[in-house]
């Protein structure tokens, strides 16, 4: 599929260029969420295929006979395909932090040969296809276009969302010359993945970027109607539901307790970063972050307001913990953002997740309840659901605790000796 802004030259017709790349070998860089899944699928699709990461875990959990994994890149086996899905976080202080990206880059340079392909799929700032990894790859002399082929890949995978894997989700490819985006196009296509070419790698990473600070604001915005709505006496939800009857002009967005996890959080930041670098902030952007980052306090603040005054000495229970329903994942977690702020405030507070399996390091020292309605040190007298997970019967959550507190709005609101209270 083809833009209205197309790619220099049309890949489909350079067929005779691309049956010189040999596609038989294909090693990616980061064996997580993101890599693996993409090392099966060219498994699958009849290619040999090296995973590569320094993470014991990771490479545990990849291991079996479709992929060969290791530490580092193999030895005198150079792949033809080199595929770099590792982390792009943000560091301490918010800021990008590409340590990964360079490293990973550093490995592929050194294994590098001549007619290989290189595809960039870690989400990162406009201008790291050309400016970061062209130079990396460059610096024993290869060409790039000619000797060694390049192109930005973005990830747009929605994890626990069915019906959006990787076959079923047009994956943008943008490159700095037609070369390497025909033998980027070619290289989907042998692994069933639709793709949609763009005119460049900047035009790729920005739309990987602007999608996931379309969610951020439309999410922030959502976080910060929900309190006003429900001041009002209207259900958010109702209200969102009634609005997205518009055939156009409306995606629906729902309220929560903050958008978590590795991606929506983070990757507007690295728009932002580049934004403030060429003069041209986004105050939107910085707004959307900052009403993010303050979601849980506001909620905190609303149960403090509910219980009198004081959260110190309540039994609370925080009921979900992961940064979205159904998958088993702490970055970022909203919820955990929560319990600690009402730790740090003196509250007997609790957790529980029906989807977590051990006991993660972000929520040592703050007890684990294995039912959501008894909290381990005496009568439970708040709920606030963290994450809705579907395991969740709403009606027994609304019922479990003198008062409930709401941040997404599914649980009816009622007053009463059982309070449920939208935040
Ligand atoms: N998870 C998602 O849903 C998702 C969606 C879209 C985009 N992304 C982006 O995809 C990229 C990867 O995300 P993820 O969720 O798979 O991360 P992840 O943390 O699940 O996995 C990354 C893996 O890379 C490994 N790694 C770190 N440095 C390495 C190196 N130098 N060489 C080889 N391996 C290395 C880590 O050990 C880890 O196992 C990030 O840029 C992320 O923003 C993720």
């Known amino acids: 599929m083809f833009l209205s802004n197309p790619p220099p030259e049309n890949p489909v017709l350079q067929g005779e260029t691309l049956s010189k790349g040999s596609l038989a070998h294909v090693a990616v860089l980061g064996l997580g969420y993101v890599g693996l899944p993409i090392a099966r699928a060219a498994s699958g699709a009849g290619l040999r295929v090296t995973g590569i990461d320094p993470s014991p875990n990771a490479r545990a959990r990849a291991d079996d006979r479709a992929i060969s994994v290791q530490p580092r890149a193999p030895a005198g086996d150079a792949p033809d395909v080199w595929i770099i899905a590792v982390p792009t ?164 967005f729902w309220p929560g307790l903050g958008a978590g996890g590795h991606c929506i959080p983070v ?46 000495g309540r039994r609370i229970m925080v009921a979900g913990v992961t940064y979205k329903a159904d998958v088993a994942d702490l970055r970022g977690a909203a919820a955990v953002t929560l319990l600690r702020q009402l730790k740090r405030r003196g509250a007997c507070v609790a957790w529980h997740d029906p989807v977590l399996g051990e006991v993660p390091v972000a929520l040592a020292g703050i007890p684990r309840a294995t039912m959501f309605d008894r909290h381990p040190d005496g009568e439970l007298e708040a709920l606030v659901l963290g994450t809705p997970h579907s395991a969740y019967a709403l009606s027994e959550l609304g019922d479990a605790a003198p008062l409930v507190v709401d941040p997404f709005g599914l649980l009816p609101t009622r007053e009463g000796t059982r309070r449920v209270v939208h935040a």
Do not use: H
């Open 267 to 312: 990757d507007p930041a690295y728009l932002q970063r580049e934004a403030c670098g060429v003069g041209e902030p986004s105050s939107l952007i910085a707004a959307a972050l900052r009403a993010n980052r303050g979601r849980p306090g506001r909620v905190v603040a609303r149960l403090k307001e509910s219980l009198g005054g004081s959260v110190a």
């Open 89 to 252: 976080p943000l560091d301490s202080r918010g800021r990008p932090d590409l340590s990964a990206v360079q490293s990973a880059l550093a490995t592929v340079a050194t294994g590098l040969r001549p007619g290989a392909l290189v595809l960039l799929i870690s989400t990162c700032q406009p201008g790291a296809t050309r400016a970061l990894c062209a130079p990396a790859l460059t610096s024993s002399g290869l060409r790039i276009g000619q000797d060694v082929f390049l192109a930005a890949s973005p990830e747009r995978e929605n994890p626990g969302q069915s019906g959006f894997g990787l076959t079923d989700t047009p994956r943008l490819v943008g490159a700095l010359d037609a070369d390497s985006l025909a033998r980027a196009v070619r290289f989907w296509e042998r692994l069933g993945v639709p793709t949609v070419a763009v005119a460049s790698a900047e035009i790729a990473e920005c739309a990987k970027l602007l999608e996931n600070t379309y969610r951020l604001v439309n999410i922030a915005l959502m976080g910060e109607l929900q309190p006003a709505f429900a001041a009002f006496g209207v259900s958010t939800r109702a209200v969102v539901e009634a609005a997205a009857t518009k055939p156009f002009g409306f995606a629906p």
